[in-house]
């Protein structure tokens, strides 16, 4: 299974852009890139997600790496209700197991 | 809609007792899962189901069974808890394998 890396933590002042980086050097070709978020004592939430081209939604941005080893997900203004840990997790069109890492823990400044 | 419902919200069992977890949505979706998150780690796969009455298992299904009687439910049970098993319990549901809504969480203490 392609496994995902990304950093334990993060901080950012509140208004400010934050870039919460992946890397997912074996995907497949395959591999859907997801992202979720979980706020304190919270179950997960959807994100977004992508394939190749880069996606936005009202939540956020994902720029993926044009050979797809690694994506980036855009918070365009940092508010203190962003502070979350965020995954980045790898997903196939036909179910696969879902393996959520530890994530990145960010913190928003005020 | 309610979404996706999971009780009870809380609950303290003796080793060796038994329980059954419920997780409900009111989506329609095919696919429901159950995870445990253990304190400063992510969600870890117990089980899963595609389908009403089919089951697999998933990255750490020991000491867990499931069943999906219903498109709408699917429990979990514990046959005999132990104190390993002390965890935060989340269902999730989707149509596709794609976007998963998560239910609030079980907290489940085993002394």
């Known amino acids: 299974d392609a496994k995902t890396t990304q950093p334990n933590s993060m901080e950012s002042n509140e208004e400010e852009p934050v870039h919460l980086p992946c890397n997912h050097s074996t995907i497949s070709g395959t591999d859907y890139i997801h992202w979720y978020r979980q706020l304190p004592s919270q179950g997960p939430e959807y994100v977004i997600h992508?394939?190749?081209s880069n996606v936005n939604n009202r939540m956020a941005s994902l720029a993926i790496a044009e050979d797809r080893k690694s994506s980036t997900l855009i918070l365009h203004r940092a508010t203190l209700r962003d502070a979350a840990v965020y995954y980045c997790?790898?997903?196939?069109?036909?179910?696969?197991?879902?393996?959520f890492g530890p994530g990145t823990s960010l913190s928003v400044i005020p | 809609n309610a979404g996706v419902t999971q009780t009870p919200k809380f609950r303290v069992l003796k080793t060796g007792q038994s329980m059954t977890l419920l997780c409900a949505q009111d989506?329609?979706?095919?696919?429901m899962y159950w995870y445990r998150q253990d304190p400063g780690m992510g969600l870890r796969l117990i089980h899963y189901?595609?389908?009403?009455?089919?089951?697999a298992k998933g990255e750490v299904p020991d000491g867990y069974n499931v069943s999906r009687l219903k498109k709408q439910n699917f429990l979990l049970g514990l046959e005999s808890a132990a104190p390993s098993q002390t965890s935060v319990y989340f269902c999730?549901?989707?149509?596709?394998?794609?976007?998963?809504?998560f239910g609030p969480g079980t907290r489940l203490t085993v002394t």
């Open positions: 992508g394939l190749t």
């Open positions: 999730a549901s989707s149509q596709t394998s794609y976007e998963q809504y």
């Open positions: 189901s595609v389908g009403e009455g089919t089951t």
């Open positions: 989506m329609n979706h095919e696919y």
């Open positions: 997790i790898l997903l196939k069109t036909s179910y696969d197991k879902v393996i």
